[in-house]
């Protein structure tokens, strides 16, 4: 088998022709030479098993392939959960090119030809293009080697992989639980509800569900189990919150009159004023407005109880509608439409004006297209203002942002983003500052609205801005609520599993490349077969667009929340993966029948383990949150509802040099890092000063010890002195002269009238030389004699030294001193001459 030939002359050379074109001004896309390119025969490699995930398989792979974005030449893998885009030299993944295949909201294959002269235009070569479009707002070009089947092979890999045919075909159930297990997400809302009703000493658990017993209550609210079985409402959670006055039989009355039986329930309350947040779905009143019901009437007004603390008998209700004004109309020919004033007691009717999920589909496709057209990575490969140096981004600062915003292909996404944000700001306002209850619905009920309320919620409990808070948030009024995120993400679900369409219409966004004005005149482009994608007009960025509207508010209140940018943007990869089961299928429901709590991994559990992996310095902790700064409500005034792009998402893949550029966050998280750096570099200097002040310190103590040893011996020596002196006197008094040498021997003279003697003491062994008539032997008896010449005279000459070897003057000084026992000999004559008072020791 041939051995793979490297690429790095290949990539050199496109990058010289590249520039060659630059030179000769220009717009062709002859830089990428594809008919030289010489094809490779490999087999299926298992050295990606590392990079791959549990029960991740290979389906196919592509060599020499070439991702158009950044000139880059790698191997494609399409596996059952991802495509994977690998660098040719550095076997490293590149972000850009791999991409979840949930994620892919379509592809298609498309045919360029290079431009050439005009008498050779049937007989240029043509490049095989394989555009991919995502719903991360990036838009990747991957091209293949002509005459080779590698793009087909992919092609037909990605129609079996992206659509499945059942859910169950899914990666998260093909994965399982694995290490992220995941809890019932019902014991969670049930906690959620015990907090909302200030009963949190109730801990939830599967029993408690089991048997019924979590009907709990407080002075105005309660938890009802009338859609247990979802025969209610089958997009509604198993618990609801309503008012304690209303039984359950009006409640099934009243759920008749709404769309889809999407009654009014509870979503959050005050804990102290009273004032609730409500939602639904539209009434059912009719084209001419003139239906009611007396038991939604009754549901509704019992949303506004007695105030407390003012005369007023009952407090305000606001029931604001999502939709523009002239669409809550047009669905009045539906037999839908909006509520009357005039049959809600003390009621105000408030339009939003916010655009329906087709609307937003459009716009978020639009911006996509224009980033991806003035992006450093565009798709094209070469018509980029910023790849050539031309203007910036700004980094997501709304003063130096503004003249991209009004041209950002009037896309109109930062516009729908400032609609949700001013009335999610409205609503909070309405409980937070008038103690007033607000209704919330759009059409159905599951998407404006849910944008809405959830959105109030985070501006109104400092507890949605924490990390479990936030948990609890998305899985209340997304999920437990029944949002459609099948539909919405473009997944299969139960109740469109196997008959899903599989074309997806939108203009901007196809293999024409259209969008750009360099691509046209960059050859002829032609589209080989319809783009694949999921759902036909169901699918719609809604959760993107409002987890789009939670990065605005951290950006405006960078101190109130516990998570960061970067969470968000992890969190949404994550929901737009679908690698684990939370956000499959289309309400509780079907998840419930699907078995995803048990078959399925955890989002939650998978972001609590990458966060506990380094605690506080994680990413995903905002390093500039103080709860006690926000421990109320966010009320921000209309001023500050001016939306920007968000760097962090909107940028990482058009422009990932400006992704971060702007982030206040990232920025503060660098100098921290450098900061943590410096005080760990400080700790250890100081470990150091600390280990040689203990150094200094002993040999203070030794020197200590030391002066104190010299101190004594210092006093030995002066009293040994002074004791040698006076031996030296007690033995001249014996007429003996003492003289003691340096090498410790000593001379001893015994003088008499008339005769002299001398006496040398040496190793123990006194010798002596008669001068005269007087004679004296001393003989040493002891083997261990001291040494001390002094001791040695004195035990040499001692005159009361017993035969037996005692002393008979124990007293005195000399056997104070302890000298040794010797024996001594002598003319006994020469002592008759001392006297009874003389004494061998003189007082000072």
């Known amino acids: 088998m041939a051995a793979p030939k490297p690429r790095s002359s290949r990539s050199t050379s496109l990058r010289d022709s590249m520039e060659s074109e630059k030179l000769e001004s220009t717009t062709s896309w002859d830089a990428l030479e594809w008919t ?79 431009q050439s002269a005009p008498r050779h235009t049937d007989k240029s070569p043509s490049r095989r293009l394989l555009q991919v479009i995502g719903k991360d707002m990036r838009i990747i070009v991957f091209g293949f080697r002509p005459r080779t089947k590698q793009r087909r092979a992919v092609y037909d890999a990605l129609v079996r992989c992206t659509k499945p045919t059942r859910i169950w075909d899914i990666y998260a159930f093909v994965s399982g639980p694995s290490k992220y297990s995941n809890t019932n997400p019902k014991v969670r809302l049930l906690n959620e509800y015990f907090r909302l ?84 779905s539209q009434p059912l009143v009719g084209l001419m407005m003139n239906m009611r019901s007396n038991a939604d009437e009754k549901l509704v007004a019992a949303l506004c109880t007695q105030l407390a603390s003012r005369g007023v008998a009952r407090r305000k209700l606001y029931i604001a509608d999502a939709r523009p004004r002239k669409n809550a109309l047009a669905n009045g020919a539906m037999g839908g439409g909006s509520e009357s004033s005039s049959h809600y007691f003390q009621s105000e009717i408030v339009f939003f004006g916010i655009d329906n999920i087709h609307a937003m589909r459009e716009s978020f496709a639009r911006l996509r297209d224009y980033l991806d057209t003035h992006g450093s990575t565009s798709s094209d490969g070469m018509s980029s203002f910023l790849r050539h140096g031309g203007w910036t981004w700004g980094g997501g600062n709304l003063s130096s942002m503004s003249a991209s915003v009004s041209t950002l292909g009037d896309s109109g996404w930062l516009i729908h983003v400032q609609s949700v944000l001013a009335g999610s700001a409205w609503i909070a306002a309405r409980i937070a500052l008038e103690s007033a209850s607000v209704l919330v619905h759009c059409s159905d009920g599951w998407d404006r609205t849910t944008q809405l309320v ?23 009024d997304w999920l437990a609520f029944g949002h459609p995120f099948s539909d919405r993400v473009g997944m299969p679900s139960l109740s469109g599993s196997g008959d899903m369409p599989f074309e997806l219409s939108r203009q901007s966004s196809t293999g024409s490349f259209s969008s750009s004005p360099m691509r046209q005149t960059s050859g002829s482009f032609s589209s080989q077969a319809p783009s694949a994608s999921h759902g036909q007009n169901n699918y719609s960025p809604i959760f993107l667009q409002w987890v789009d509207c939670v990065s605005q508010l951290l950006r405006m209140y960078p101190s109130a929340f516990e998570f960061s940018s970067a969470f968000l943007v992890d969190f949404l990869d994550c929901v737009l993966s679908c690698r684990f089961g939370n ?116 040999l203070t103590a030794e020197l200590r010890n030391e002066k104190q040893l010299r101190s004594t011996t210092m006093n030995l020596a002066k009293k040994a002195s002074k004791e040698s002196a006076a031996i030296k006197r007690a033995i001249e008094a014996l007429g003996c002269k003492v003289h003691f040498a340096s090498t410790g021997d000593c001379a001893v003279g015994i003088e008499s009238n008339p005769t002299e003697c001398q006496m040398k003491v040496s190793d123990g062994t006194v010798q002596h030389t008669e001068i005269s008539d007087f004679s004296v032997s001393v003989t040493v008896m002891d083997d261990s004699v001291s040494r001390n010449p002094i001791g040695q005279v004195c035990e040499a000459l001692c005159p009361l030294r017993t035969r037996e070897g005692g002393c008979r003057w124990p007293d005195a000084g000399c056997a104070q001193l302890g000298s040794q026992f010797v024996g001594l000999k002598a003319n006994f004559d020469a002592f008759d001459r001392l006297s009874i008072y003389d004494g061998y020791f003189q007082s000072e």
């Open 36 to 114: 030289k390119v010489e094809s490779v025969t490999r087999t299926v490699s298992h050295a990606y098993l590392d990079i791959l995930l549990e029960a991740e398989q290979v389906v196919v792979e592509g060599y020499g392939v070439v991702l158009v974005n950044t000139d880059e030449a790698g191997t494609l893998i399409v596996t059952n959960y991802r495509i994977l885009f690998l660098s040719e030299g550095t076997r490293d993944i590149i972000a850009l090119g791999t991409i979840p295949l949930a994620t892919i909201e379509k592809f298609s294959k498309t045919v360029a030809k290079i």
């Open 197 to 280: 009703l200030g009963r949190s000493s109730y801990c939830a658990s599967m029993d408690m569900i089991e048997d019924g017993s979590y009907r709990i209550s407080n002075e105005l609210w309660r938890i009802t189990d009338v859609n247990s079985t979802y025969s209610l409402c089958q997009s509604y959670p198993f618990a609801l919150i309503i008012p304690k006055s209303i039984s359950d039989q009006e409640v099934l009355q009243g759920s008749s009159f709404r769309a889809r039986c999407r009654l009014p329930v509870i979503s959050w309350c005050h804990p102290g004023t009273g004032a609730v947040l409500a939602r639904s």
């Open 454 to 476: 959830s959105l109030a919620n985070l501006l109104l409990d400092p507890y949605y801005r924490t990390f479990s808070g936030f948990q609890a948030l998305v899985e209340k």
């Open 583 to 698: 956000f499959l299928c289309n309400s509780e429901k079907e998840r419930q029948q699907c078995g995803v709590y048990e078959a399925c991994g955890c989002l939650w559990k998978y972001l609590a383990d990458l966060r506990s992996s380094e605690e506080r310095a994680h990413a995903h902790y905002n390093l500039f949150y103080d709860p006690l700064k926000h421990n109320g409500p966010l009320l921000p005034p209309a001023a500050a509802l001016a939306p920007t792009l968000w760097p962090r998402f909107h940028l990482r893949w058009a422009c990932p040099a400006e992704a971060q550029a702007g982030e206040l966050d990232t920025q503060f998280r660098d100098m921290t890092v450098k900061f943590s750096e410096l005080k760990k570099a400080k700790e250890v200097a100081e470990k150091k000063s600390r280990e040689t002040a203990t150094a200094v310190e002993l």
